[in-house]
Nanobody, 114 residues
């Protein structure tokens, strides 16, 4: 299983970014897929998830600003991030879970300038 995260970068506060997680060796529509964030000096934090049935859930810190979605044809999961704040900065990781499998992507860096 490989999860290739991309789309990170530098954005001003209030701006938007869309992260992508392209999967190979697994089918995102069959898995529970998650986005996590790890800020410097902090633990990895669960931000958003989407189940195989399409149900989504969000951390309180991003509810209403971030949207997780997937494109089954592209076998890719997205995280649309709007109204970004400086505290949203960090490395964003894609996570896939199916059965006993728990796979991680390499992370993509998001920097938010104030």
């Amino acid at each position: 299983v490989q999860l290739q995260a991309s789309g990170g970068g530098l954005v001003q506060a209030g701006g938007s970014l869309r992260l992508s997680c392209a999967a190979s060796g697994t089918i995102v529509s069959s898995n529970a897929m998650y986005w996590y964030r790890q800020a410097p000096g902090k633990q990895r934090e669960l931000l958003a998830g989407i189940t195989s049935g399409g149900s989504t859930n969000y951390a309180d810190s991003v509810e209403g600003r971030f949207t997780i979605s997937r494109d089954n044809a592209k076998n890719t999961v997205y995280l649309q991030m709007n109204s970004l704040k400086p505290e949203d900065a960090g490395v964003y990781y894609c996570n896939s879970r199916w059965g006993i499998r728990n796979d991680w992507g390499q992370g993509t860096l998001v920097t938010v300038s104030s």
